[in-house]
């Protein structure tokens, strides 16, 4: 499984926000509609040349402001079995997540407050896997306390087209 990793990271978050003039924010939302959408057809909905909308969109991708990627359903592409686990750490969680992370199965992980520290979303083959991925490699990480696990019955909802503010 190739791993990629998400825009949104603990650098990009600690670095100022970019600032979007509505331009930009137009074409954030039309690539959220459609990934492919051709610049031609963004330029034209937002007033720009094609070759100004092709620079603003290598920006956007530079600065990890956005990540154009191909959204599949986990369990059509052979991955029957996605978790949400719930960790408690002692100590510094940012040693933990940065580990975890790595983990090809990993797809997201948050850090959290509240009942508990990180929040880690797997995407596996089936409940075998599952099983290795929690008992032989997230429980043995140093600082792993305890974990909850919620498998995930029916994905009833999931959207990336929250535009901007």
């Not at 850090?111 to 995407?123: I, N």
């Not at 990480?141 to 995930?152: A, D, L, N, P």
């Not at 029916?154 to 901007?164: A, E, F, M, V």
Request: aromatic share 6%.
């Amino acid at each position: 499984m190739t791993r990629h990793t998400s825009p949104v990271t603990e650098q990009t978050r600690s670095q100022p926000r970019p600032v979007l003039d509505e331009t930009s924010k137009a074409i954030i939302d039309l690539l959220q509609q459609d990934g492919r959408m051709p610049y031609a057809t963004i330029a034209r909905e937002v007033g720009l040349s094609e070759a100004a909308v092709r620079q603003r969109v290598q920006r956007l991708l530079e600065s990890e402001v956005v990540q154009i990627v191909a959204v599949t359903d986990p369990a059509q592409v052979g991955f029957e079995r996605q978790a949400l686990i719930g960790l408690t750490i002692t100590g510094d969680t940012g040693p933990v997540a940065d580990h975890i992370s790595e983990f090809d199965e990993v797809s997201y992980v948050i850090t959290t407050a509240g009942r508990y520290d990180l929040l880690v979303e797997v995407v596996c083959e089936d409940d075998s896997h599952l099983l290795d991925v929690l008992q032989r490699r997230i429980r043995k990480v140093k600082g792993v306390m305890t974990t909850e696990t919620f498998t995930y019955l029916k994905l009833n909802k999931q959207r990336y087209d929250w535009g901007t503010r």
